[in-house]
């Protein structure tokens, strides 16, 4: 069985399961449990789902690093829908105008992982292995997510944005952000809007960036 860095060794209770996950939570980080190798980097395989209600420590025979790493030059089919002033943050690397677009979209939308939260995770995720300064990425990464990211969205959510600012990421993101471009399409394929959600983000965070660097 295989499980995501971030998810080993947490100590949790099983809040909720269905027919193909189950999800449980430590402190506020949220695992997810799938029968397949996990594409979350919060995710555990498990032979069978654990029942709601279930304490346990998660464990694994093989674990899986999720840090994104940007090859050059990263496949960048272009994606629809774009977000003004998210784009507008992310050309400028004004923390002002990124608390502004991640106040206006973090908790936007229904489920677990609002549409507005995924699109800010790609977002984040991109910056947050990119060649800005240290210092000043940190502080906008910091500024886009807020102080008050657990009080805005799910637990599921926080987790994967808070993951996204250390620069990890869905598996299908990692293989594409590496130069697969055929992993674009299993990013997109993830949930009913989350996986495209979250590749509408990593293209804006491409382009801006390559916009800046051309400067």
């Keep these: 069985m295989i499980a995501a860095a971030p998810a080993v060794g947490r100590r949790v209770r099983v809040a909720g399961a269905g027919r193909s996950a189950a999800y449980g939570e430590d402190d506020g980080f949220v695992v997810v449990f799938t029968r397949e190798r996990p594409a979350l980097p919060n995710g555990v395989q498990v032979a069978s789902l654990p029942a709601v209600g279930t304490e346990l420590v998660t464990r694994a025979d093989q674990v899986w690093d999720p840090t994104l790493r940007l090859a050059d030059p990263v496949p960048h089919p272009e994606i629809g829908g774009s977000e003004p002033d998210l784009v507008r943050a992310v050309e400028t690397r004004d923390p002002s105008l990124a608390a502004a677009a991640g106040a206006r979209l973090i908790g936007r939308g229904g489920g677990l992982t609002p549409e507005g939260d995924d699109l800010v995770a790609g977002v984040v995720a991109v910056i947050a292995v990119g060649d800005w300064p240290?210092?000043?990425?940190?502080?906008?990464?910091?500024?886009?997510?807020?102080?008050?990211?657990?009080?805005?969205?799910?637990?599921?959510?926080?987790?994967?944005?808070e993951l996204a600012a250390s620069g990890m990421g869905p598996e299908p993101l990692q293989a594409w952000l590496a130069g697969d471009a055929a992993a674009l399409a299993r990013l997109e394929a993830i949930g009913h809007s989350t996986g495209r959600a979250i590749a509408r983000g990593a293209a804006i965070a491409l382009s801006c960036n390559r916009k800046v660097a051309s400067r």
Aim: no cysteine; glycine share 8%; charged share 20%.
């Design 134 to 161: 240290v210092a000043s990425r940190q502080a906008w990464v910091e500024a886009l997510i807020g102080g008050d990211l657990r009080r805005r969205t799910t637990a599921l959510s926080a987790t994967l944005l």
